[in-house]
Every structure is written in structure tokens, then in C-alpha cells.
């Protein structure tokens, strides 16, 4: 195989790994998966999610994720509009999200925001180094609750 084509498919192959971590990101704090969350990290990586709490190191980044998953015991991201620079074994993007959180003190609120990303390939293993929330708005839904549906957002079935 030439170095062209090698080169050329293992961007492709680095822009779905990176893909697949931007979506167990989502998949870990919607299904309270910590087991997952733990996978998506180097051990020195940062998450900064500004009000709802800043980590460095995995073992901050999974104590911060207990305590954000026990105020908002039900979370859903929808990640978007991923713009992702891989170069060699690094790599940057910009992620849209927005979000329906249930949170037990302010109730049910719609996030919006954007994630600036840094991405590492150690060992053929891509992984957050560091994760960076900016929040554009959070609105409170008043009134909100689901009618139907496996989730009842503090409602009684």
C-alpha cells in the first residue's frame, strides 16, 4: 500500500474513531454509565464544564460525572456539526450540543452550547485530553413533562 493511501485511510479511520467517542461521550452520561465515561480518557485529560464543575485527571473527571448524574438523573445530548482536525496522533474539534436535562432543583431545562475538543492517539487508542463546554443558554421548560414513555422525569407513572 502506498504512504498516500496509507495516510489517506488512517485519517478516515481516526475521523470514525473520534466520531465514536464524541457518541459514548453522550451514551455514558445519558445511560449513568461510568464504566463507559472511564473509556474516553487519557489519565492526565481535563474536562471543564464550567457551572456544572471542572476536572483534571480521570479520577476527577468520574467523581464530578457521579455528582452531575445524581443532579440530573436524566440527561439526553444530541452531539452535531462536528468539525474535527486530525493531524498524526492529535487532534482538535468543535462539537454542537444541545440537551434535555431533568435537574431535581431547577426541573426540566434545554442546554445549548459547544464543546471544544483535544483528542490523543495513544497506543492506536484515541481519547478526550481535554473537553471544554461553553454554554450558549440554558431555558428553564416550564410546565414540561412527558406524557408517554420510559422516562418520567421525576413525575409519578
Not at 35 to 49: F, G, I
Not at 57 to 66: S, T, V
Not at 109 to 136: C, I, K, N, P
Request: aromatic residues 10%.
Amino acid at each position: 500500500m502506498s504512504r498516500e493511501l496509507e495516510a489517506r485511510l488512517d485519517a478516515i479511520e481516526s475521523r470514525f474513531a473520534i466520531d465514536a467517542l464524541i457518541a459514548n461521550y453522550a451514551e455514558a452520561f445519558d445511560t449513568m454509565n461510568l464504566e463507559l465515561l472511564a473509556t474516553l480518557w487519557h489519565p492526565e485529560s481535563r474536562l471543564l464544564l464550567g457551572a456544572n464543575g471542572n476536572a483534571d485527571g480521570l479520577d476527577a473527571i468520574l467523581a464530578q460525572a457521579r455528582i452531575n448524574m445524581k443532579r440530573m438523573p436524566h440527561m439526553h445530548h444530541w452531539m452535531a456539526n462536528a468539525l474535527i482536525t486530525v493531524e498524526g496522533d492529535n487532534g482538535h474539534g468543535l462539537v454542537a450540543a444541545d440537551c434535555l436535562f431533568y435537574d431535581v432543583d431547577q426541573g426540566t431545562l434545554q442546554v445549548s452550547g459547544q464543546y471544544r475538543d483535544l483528542y490523543q492517539r495513544r497506543e492506536g487508542r484515541w481519547a478526550f485530553l481535554e473537553r471544554t463546554f461553553t454554554m450558549h443558554y440554558a431555558t428553564p421548560l416550564q410546565n414540561w413533562h412527558p406524557i408517554t414513555g420510559t422516562e418520567r422525569f421525576g413525575l409519578p407513572a
